[in-house]
């Protein structure tokens, strides 16, 4: 089992940023990879970036690469989701997720277990 809990969401003006935390808990060392998801009101879950454990090796969605930087220490058990230039359609609540085996790491079914998500409000 793995536990997981998001904090640092808030409301932001556009072109702010915050930095959102994810704290693991419980068999972190067999988690192959960390994702952090979004999910704006009536739409689906998005996938928004990943890092693999081992290796630090990141993946971004293409409408937050540039502006998002995911990172984690191992040490603390913690992932993060730097935010920068936030716009108006960055507003969701963000979801952290864990993933035990390797596999395309960009849709919900990859993931085993998730956090109870963060909301992000970007105001224009």
């Known amino acids: 089992q793995v536990q997981l809990v998001e904090s640092g969401g808030g409301l932001v003006q556009a072109g702010g940023s915050l930095r959102l935390s994810c704290a693991a808990s419980?068999?972190?060392?067999?988690?192959?990879?960390m994702g952090w998801f979004r999910q704006a009101p009536g739409k689906e879950r998005a996938f928004v970036a990943r890092?693999?454990?081992?290796?630090?090796?990141?993946y971004y969605a293409d409408s937050v690469k540039g502006r998002f930087t995911i990172s984690r220490d191992n040490a603390k058990n913690t992932v993060y989701l730097q935010m920068n230039s936030l716009k108006p359609e960055d507003t969701a609540v963000y979801y952290c997720a864990a993933e035990l085996m390797a596999g395309a790491g960009r849709r919900t079914y990859d993931y085993n277990y998730w956090g109870q998500g963060t909301q992000v409000t970007v105001s224009s």
């Open positions: 419980g068999r972190t060392t067999s988690t192959y990879a």
């Open positions: 890092i693999i454990r081992t290796s630090g090796i990141t």
